[in-house]
């Protein structure tokens, strides 16, 4: 499976993005697909996942409520769709797969069977 992430942007503070990740590959609705990001100077860190059903998706509290996680396995492709953008929400997002979905094997970095390359997102105050 490749991964191709984009989307990201420059945009202001409250602003919307919406980052798309395009998969490669005859299996795609077999995997969690998740989000992860990394800001200057700091760990990459899990953002969002879903699962192969698309019902089951989990975040990390800094984004609850202002990201969506979504996929449309007819396109092989997952979203993230960001509002109430903040500045701390700057960074490089990657978009990941698993055949692993869960949140405690998400919410580490290592583990994933796929890495798409980041696009950066940055949120001007």
């Known amino acids: 499976v490749q991964l191709q992430a984009s989307g990201g942007g420059l945009v202001q503070v409250g602003g919307s993005l919406r980052l798309s990740c395009a998969a490669s590959g005859p299996t795609f609705s077999g995997y969690a697909m998740g989000w992860f990001r990394q800001a200057p100077g700091k760990e990459r860190e899990f953002v969002a996942v879903i699962g192969r059903d698309t019902f089951n998706t989990y975040y990390v509290d800094s984004v609850k409520g202002r990201f969506t996680i979504s996929r449309d396995n007819a396109k092989d492709t997952v979203y993230l769709q960001m509002n109430s953008l903040k500045p701390e929400d700057t960074a490089v997002y990657y978009c990941?797969?698993?055949?692993?979905?869960?949140?405690?094997?998400?919410?580490?970095?290592?583990?994933?069977?796929?890495w798409g390359k980041g696009t950066q997102v940055t949120v001007s105050s």
């Open positions: 990941a797969a698993s055949r692993t979905y869960g949140s405690n094997f998400w919410s580490r970095v290592n583990g994933m069977d796929y």
